[in-house]
């Protein structure tokens, strides 16, 4: 996925004790945010204590669409009522970007 | 952490199968950037197939003073030659952000 000049979306965040439905509610949104305008990739780690969800954009304008989509704003407020304890969610404009792939043995 | 109007560099790697070392050294260059000038927080997060280190900076003379530490320039080297199989660095500027923080019960 090449990324430069674009968008990244920081997402990171700690779940609650109440975490029934979680799993597939994240699955479903993120198929969802693959189906929309200007949506470069995603990536996301969790382990017990954070997850670190990144979604890449090509404009502040398609993270907008994507924030005010009605499907993802039930998620949204279900996982401020339910999910999570807390998060944090950073917009931000990737300005350059280097990869380094091993070569095969 | 407070990081709206700072930079954010997002590392993502996928680790080869020579990992002896890379806990202790990772452990290392964390601990040494933390005292770097302009230093702001760090996050990370791995599973068996990612993981993603974000750490936070004031500007990007600071990211660019850290990426020369001659200390930091070694254990890069080491990590292209040894620990990862890839790696994707995206250098970003935090243009906004949001927090929740869910109320006690």
């Given at each position: 996925?090449?990324?430069?000049?674009?968008?990244?979306?920081?997402?990171?965040?700690?779940?609650?004790?109440?975490?029934?439905?979680?799993a597939e509610e994240a699955d479903a949104?993120?198929?969802?945010?693959?189906?929309?305008?200007?949506?470069?990739?995603?990536?996301?780690v969790r382990d017990e204590s954070l997850g670190i969800s990144i979604s890449y954009w090509r404009s502040e304008a398609d993270i907008r669409a994507w924030r005010h989509n009605s499907r993802?704003?039930?998620?949204?407020?279900?996982?401020?009522?339910?999910w999570y304890q807390n998060y944090h969610i950073r917009i931000c404009r990737v300005e350059r970007d280097y990869q380094f792939q091993q070569e095969s043995d």
């Open positions: 996925m090449n990324t430069a000049d674009c968008y990244a979306v920081i997402f990171t965040s700690t779940l609650s004790r109440s975490v029934a439905g979680y949104i993120e198929a969802l945010a693959r189906q929309q305008p200007g949506f470069l990739g995603f990536e996301s993802h704003q039930l998620a949204q407020k279900r996982g401020r009522q339910q």
